[in-house]
């Protein structure tokens, strides 16, 4: 059994990803004796990893930056959750309590966006876990790749749930001053019944609104992704209404929605949740969810909504990446469950 480096270790390079998932199917996630457990009672495993910028397909934007893996904020619909099976971890709470840390992520990032064959494209942060989750406070991981990206100019958007985004305020207008920046604020919903239900370990909803209006009142180009609108938790007339006025109230640059989608580890782990905690709900989830995304009409019929919102309070559509005439993600909406 290989012996991984304490977290304040820095002798040695550490475990790579692969090392970790050999690990882990031979012993499970006990087997990782020297990841350090912190007060979030989430365990957190230094690795090193080999490359930090991620070529993706079928995305609007072509470079993802992720320098954590796991999310403790354990959103139960989150579909980066099926990421960590990859890690011959489970979707269910390994994702949420074992985080992989890639301690050498800023310096190898910096070394790529060195190469002269880099070509300066929009990266987009944060896309299969949250880069401003509790953790960053500490490691500070996100903050020294976006300070890589402003030594080379580069363009970024990144999408978060984490107020600390405000903590990087500073290189955000910087950034944003040369070239595109634009920050992306999760808040599916502002109901709070609904917050607490699926998105444990997140911050309030309008504390992230807060967040928004301070980074739009610093000058960061700064928005709202309803991301995602959960049948019957989020989709009512009422909630989408709610929600969209408070985003409007805070001053938020624009606005963008989808409704959930249901792929493999998340959908077995969504599908526990509601047996769990609604188990009345899932012959009706099921006949929505026969496949990935929910029905095209439904999707529609929430995306009209949406708009007359939208227009009703004065909000700006979601901002589009470069690039995003390649986006083949349905644009989804409510639903009136
Ligand atoms: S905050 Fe984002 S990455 Fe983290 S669990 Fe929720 S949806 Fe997933």
Redesign the pocket.
């Known amino acids: 059994m290989p012996s991984f480096p304490l977290l304040f270790d820095l002798g040695s390079p550490g475990p790579t990803t692969r090392d970790i998932a050999n690990t882990v199917r031979v012993g499970g996630t006990a087997a990782l004796t020297e990841a350090e457990r912190r007060a979030d009672r989430a365990r957190y495993q230094e690795i090193v990893c080999r490359s930090a910028l991620n070529r993706v397909k079928g995305m609007p934007f072509e470079w993802t930056l992720n320098p954590y893996r796991g ?1 403790t ?3 139960h ?2 579909y ?2 099926r990421y960590h099976v990859q890690f011959e971890m489970n979707a269910d709470d390994e994702f ?1 309590s074992v985080i992989l840390v890639k301690k050498n992520f800023a310096e190898v990032l910096a070394r790529e966006l060195d190469r002269p064959s880099w070509g300066g494209d929009y990266v987009a942060v944060g896309t ?3 880069c401003y ?1 509790p953790i960053e406070g500490h490691y500070k991981l996100t903050r020294r790749a976006i300070e890589a990206l402003l030594r080379r100019r580069n363009p970024m958007g990144l999408v978060t ?1 984490g107020p600390m985004v405000v903590r990087d305020t500073d290189l955000l207008v910087a950034l944003g001053a040369i070239t595109t920046c634009t920050v992306y604020m ?1 808040v599916p919903t502002v109901d709070e019944h609904a917050w607490e239900l699926l ?1 444990p370990g ?1 911050a309030h909803p309008m504390q992230r609104l807060r967040a928004v209006r301070e980074l739009v009142d610093a000058g960061v180009n700064a928005g709202v992704l309803m991301n995602p609108i959960v049948p019957g938790f989020s989709s009512s007339r009422a909630k989408l209404e709610r929600t969209v006025k408070a985003i409007a109230d805070h001053g938020a640059r624009f606005v963008g929605c989808n409704v959930m989608f249901l792929e493999d580890g998340t959908r077995a782990h969504f599908m526990r949740f509601l047996e769990r905690e609604f188990p009345s709900w899932l012959p009706r989830y099921e006949k929505l969810y026969a496949k990935k995304y929910a029905p095209e009409e439904y999707r529609k019929q929430v995306q009209g909504m949406i708009r007359v919102l939208q227009d009703r309070y004065g909000l700006a559509a979601r901002e589009r990446e470069p690039h995003a005439e390649k986006n083949i993600e349905p644009e989804q909406v409510g639903f009136a469950w």
Do not use: F, P
């Open positions: 999310c904020h354990g959103c619909y989150c980066a959750r949420a299969a876990t949250d989750q749930k999760s998105e997140t």
